[in-house]
């Protein structure tokens, strides 16, 4: 079946039912025998969608999980309050004080936040690899057990080759997680590219309307159990009112992903043929770093792009006159926001020539000749 046609498929009900899978909100699921508390208890430690607790989440989250499991390709799936905290989930399970953890140095700024706070107190050794990095040599070492990457660059899209690098990654024995929010189990598959884990803040495009927090760690093979134990012990789940609208934001994610690309990559060559530009950095643009490996791997682009200014160019003020264009964090929804960025700020390996001004920008699913006139009118009243 095609992935469009699943879309408008997943959590269907028994009929006569509602067609999108309801809220079940619970704590305590009731039970009229101590020997069916029993069972459930049994049975839910090897199917994950088992009502059992509130804590291991509802009907309306399993029904989520199943849907972004099945998207991702994966074997199994964990729901999570937010992204961060499932970028937090995807990590802790195999990490203990004395390993060492590689992390590529383009990563989201949260996820090094949370290896340099958490993961360093705990014990756990940390270390920043250049995005193009496909051999480890040189960076792995006996103690290391693990590889997170992000793909393309938070902020500077740059593309990794996954394939080679799991494969490298893999020779070694390392586990590899690959946040995916920009591909969002849409665009771009990780595990399919041969990595254990691929993990989404839902929070962006499967939301889809900057009104839920979701994130979700989808895993492969040998590395299921442990995270599906971590993730039970230490409590973590989704609410289901959160879960009931990422799974009808879901129903939308392919059609919504087709209008945020579009307008994506029409603004960003619209941008390349402006004086005021120095670099635009977008995954499918010709001659972005990587871009041919996003093209053989990806199937598009999502609506996020940054665009480069000469020095002196006034880029607050020009955020600022933008009427269409709205500042604000995280991206995703349906609306177009610009911020400012340093996209290379507090990296080891910062790329040349990105000292001017910077605007990362998200293309919501207005008409684009209205997002255009916006952005021309600004430059106009520079
Ligand atoms: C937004 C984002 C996250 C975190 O998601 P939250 O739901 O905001 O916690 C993680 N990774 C990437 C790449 C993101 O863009």
Redesign the pocket.
Known sequence: MKRETKLAHYGRMAMPGPANPPIVRASTILHDTVGSYRATKAARETDDAVLSYGRRGTTTAHQLAAAVCDLEGGDACFLFP??????AGGLTPYLSAGDHLLVVDTI?P??RSYCETVLRRQGVEVDYFPWDTTDLAGWARPNTRMVMV?SPA?QTFEVMDLPALCRDAHDRGLIVAA?N??GSGWLYRPLELGCDLS?V????YIGGHADA???AVVARGAVVDALRRHTATTGQTLGPDDAYACLRGLRTLGLRLERHDANGLALAIWFKGRPEVTEVLHPGLPGHPGAEIWARDATGCNGLFSVLFRDGFDAEGFIDRLALFSVGS??GGFESLAMPASGDAGRLFPAEGRGGPMIRFHAGLEHVDDLIDDLDASFGRA
């Open positions: 937010t992204g961060v905290a499932a970028v989201f949260a996820t992000e938070s946040d929010t920009y993990i803040a839902g929070t962006k927090m979701m994130g995280s991206w």
